[in-house]
């Protein structure tokens, strides 16, 4: 450095800090060389801002929002320090640490692997949920003390890995203890921002950190379950099946009419005829349902009690079982159709039977 530049960065008695992003949370100031700061100088410490004095390693003084006169009638703690008071080298050195006080908002948490939890309903579910915090410095000393240490320019993507990481254990934690339903979740996401909130916020404190607010944004279940219930509720949303039937055979005969040529139209004429002929033969025998085919059989389950097999059992039968607490979730069934014992709570057509069922005590 020349003797020029020297000089001017003598005569510059101003320390401050102009933010220029949006995700600074720590900067230093280094703009004196050998952090040396004249006697007199103008320390200004604006709105959002907290300012931090290093001495020699330990941390000597927060000053927050306003301007100071760094001497030793205003700051006793540099009437400690060791230096020249006349030429180029400063009376002392020290280190000045700016930190934003602001919010930092819009930031990111999520599950990156699945959460397990059982469901009253579904059974075993894996759940995936995002969203997002907002959060501040609340004590710049220990904030320094326990993250920053000496970065000299610390930002915000430092650290969200690591909250991140807290938010998603303690929400996996306080969403298996809720045991709210999967369906009904959605009614809770307040509920539940507010009360990790309140759960985390302790922990953010332990590094001079405030967990300002936390939303939580989606929970959703793997694609496979959202498939099979969006094909419940296509069921739900077609109502009365006859009369679906009825109109895909009146529709199917429409687009055949349009193309007369061919026997493959003529065929799906005849097929469609038959439909609608029976269709209305349905309806003019009262609307009532169809008779039971003869061939039709009732379903019956064998059930594994105290290890050794019994039944067969009928609906009703296995109903009661349940009701009295011999036939649980976990309890062995096997029916015709099926290749091996299965657990009752994962056949499809028993799953009704638990809903009303409590889980075993804890």
């Known amino acids: 450095m020349g003797i020029w530049d020297r000089l001017k960065s003598e005569l510059i008695d101003i320390v401050e800090w102009l933010d220029q992003t949006n995700n600074t949370m720590v900067h230093r100031f280094d703009q004196r060389p050998n952090n040396e700061i004249k006697w007199g100088a103008k320390l200004i410490v604006r709105e959002g801002q907290a300012a931090v004095l290093i001495d020699q390693g330990k941390l000597a003084d927060v000053f927050k929002p306003g301007m100071y006169t760094l001497d030793t009638k205003n700051i006793p703690i540099l009437a400690t320090l060791k230096g020249w008071k006349y030429g180029f080298e400063s009376p002392f050195k020290c280190e000045v640490y700016f930190i934003s006080t602001r919010q930092f908002t819009d930031l990111k948490w999520g599950t990156m692997n699945p959460i397990m939890l059982r469901d009253a309903e579904f059974g ?53 203890e809720s045991k709210i339903p999967a369906l009904d979740l959605a009614a809770n996401y307040d509920e539940l921002g507010k009360f990790l909130t309140t759960r985390i916020g302790p922990e953010f404190e332990g590094k001079g950190l405030e967990l300002t607010k936390l939303l939580v944004e989606n929970i959703s279940l793997p694609p496979e379950v ?95 079982l349940a009701e009295s607490g011999a036939l649980t979730r976990e309890t062995l069934v096997w029916r015709a159709g099926l290749s091996d014992w299965q657990k009752a709570g994962m056949v499809a057509e028993l799953g009704s039977m638990f809903a009303s069922v409590p889980p075993p005590l804890p």
Request: charged share 20%; net charge positive; glycine share 12%.
């Open 226 to 320: 959202e498939s099979a219930l969006d094909k419940r509720t296509s069921m739900g949303v077609i109502g009365n099946l006859n009369a679906y039937t009825q109109y895909q055979a009146a529709d199917a005969m429409t687009k055949a009419a349009s193309n007369p040529g061919g026997t493959a139209s003529m065929g799906m004429g005849f097929v469609v005829a038959q439909q609608m002929g029976q269709a209305m033969q349905a309806a003019g025998q009262g609307g009532g349902p169809p008779a039971v085919p003869a061939s039709a059989q009732v379903v019956k389950f064998y059930v594994v009690q105290n290890g050794e097999k019994s039944g067969p059992f009928e609906m009703d039968g296995l109903r009661r």
């Open 124 to 176: 075993p579910v894996r759940l995936r949920a995002f969203g997002t915090y907002v959060t501040k410095v609340k004590d710049p000393a220990v904030f320094i003390r326990e993250i920053v240490g000496t970065d000299g320019n610390f930002t915000s993507e430092e650290i969200t890995n690591q909250l991140r990481n807290v938010i998603v254990s303690r929400f996996a934690d306080i969403l298996a």
